[in-house]
């Protein structure tokens, strides 16, 4: 790569994380005010993960001290918003699944899934009040100051030209990471699936949101793939750790009713990963 590119990428990558600052800014406000919902806090994740996935597209490009920097920073400020989406989560999804799939006999399964509602709607509730008070503090709006000034030495005055050989160098490098941690996905653990998922979710955002800024395009039958495959292999996660997570809260083992549908929902999604993963091993990245 030559020096003259490297700058220019470089100017790619502080025009996005420019522009995700100001959308996380924009957020916070909505975030900050009393009718804050978790939609605005869905967005104001999305926004986060897009920027933190631009330190793995552009990695080859950035300095050294500035990943060390600042790839720690996001993700303690994403970690901190887990919690509220891990119970909105259970609260939309899962229980309610879980309840429907119940028969209407089977009194004991009811029984523990209405209290693991009232259960996860207080962790829920006491999460949102934990991060908004997070969120509101000066060191997030100072830190989000802080790292568009860094970038800001990074900018050129000119509009780069096309970088396709760039853009299309890190697709590839991203289908081979998910293809390798998304092995056996019948029987793979939980936790490599759910890398496997981290990269189909850096490979989408390259091409939905990366791509443009790199003057490139990206086929939309093949984006469509990898939001499928994210989300099946996000339905695997979820379902290793979201029985658990509630359980703990209702201080009672769950009946095997209510553990038979979660275990058969990560059955049937571990069956649509092993489908999509195969289409990406036929289709080389665009």
């Known amino acids: 790569m030559s020096q003259h590119s490297h700058?220019?990428?470089?100017?790619?990558?502080?025009?996005?994380?420019?522009?995700?600052?100001?959308?996380?800014?924009?957020?916070?406000?909505?975030?900050?005010?009393?009718?804050?919902?978790?939609?605005?806090l869905h967005q104001f994740r999305v926004t986060l993960r897009r920027l933190r996935s631009a330190w793995v597209t552009f990695a080859p490009?950035?300095?050294?001290?500035?990943?060390?920097?600042?790839?720690?920073?996001?993700?303690?400020?994403?970690?901190?918003?887990?919690?509220?989406?891990?119970?909105?989560?259970?609260?939309?999804?899962?229980?309610?699944?879980?309840?429907?799939?119940?028969?209407?006999?089977?009194?004991?399964?009811?029984?523990?899934?209405?209290?693991?509602?009232?259960?996860?709607?207080?962790?829920?509730h006491l999460a949102w009040q934990t991060l908004r008070v997070e969120l509101a503090s000066p060191g997030v709006t100072d830190a989000l100051t802080e790292l568009a000034g860094a970038v800001a030495a990074f900018r050129l005055p000119a509009q780069p030209p096309r970088l396709a050989r760039f853009a299309h160098s890190r697709a590839v490098a991203l289908r081979k990471k998910l293809l390798h941690r998304g092995r056996h996905p019948k029987r793979a653990t939980a936790a490599r699936l759910h890398r496997a998922r981290i990269a189909a979710k850096q490979w989408r955002y390259l091409y939905d949101a990366f791509y443009p800024a790199l003057g490139v395009r990206a086929a939309k039958r093949y984006r469509k793939h990898l939001?499928?495959?994210?989300?099946?292999?996000?339905?695997?996660?979820?379902?290793?750790?979201?029985?658990e997570r509630v359980a703990s809260l209702v201080n009672e083992a769950p009946p095997a009713s209510v553990v038979n549908t979660f275990h058969m929902r990560a059955r049937a999604a571990r069956m649509r990963a092993a489908e999509g993963l195969r289409w990406m091993r036929g289709h080389a990245a665009v």
């Open 7 to 40: 700058a220019e990428i470089l100017s790619v990558f502080a025009g996005i994380v420019t522009e995700h600052v100001a959308a996380l800014r924009d957020a916070l406000i909505k975030l900050g005010e009393p009718t804050a919902s978790g939609e605005d």
């Open 61 to 124: 490009v950035l300095p050294r001290a500035f990943i060390a920097e600042w790839k720690p920073r996001l993700r303690t400020l994403a970690g901190s918003t887990g919690p509220v989406r891990e119970w909105d989560v259970m609260l939309t999804d899962w229980l309610p699944a879980a309840r429907a799939a119940l028969t209407e006999d089977d009194e004991a399964g009811r029984a523990w899934l209405a209290a693991a509602f009232d259960r996860a709607n207080q962790a829920r």
């Open 227 to 243: 939001r499928k495959l994210q989300e099946v292999l996000g339905e695997i996660h979820d379902a290793s750790v979201s029985l």
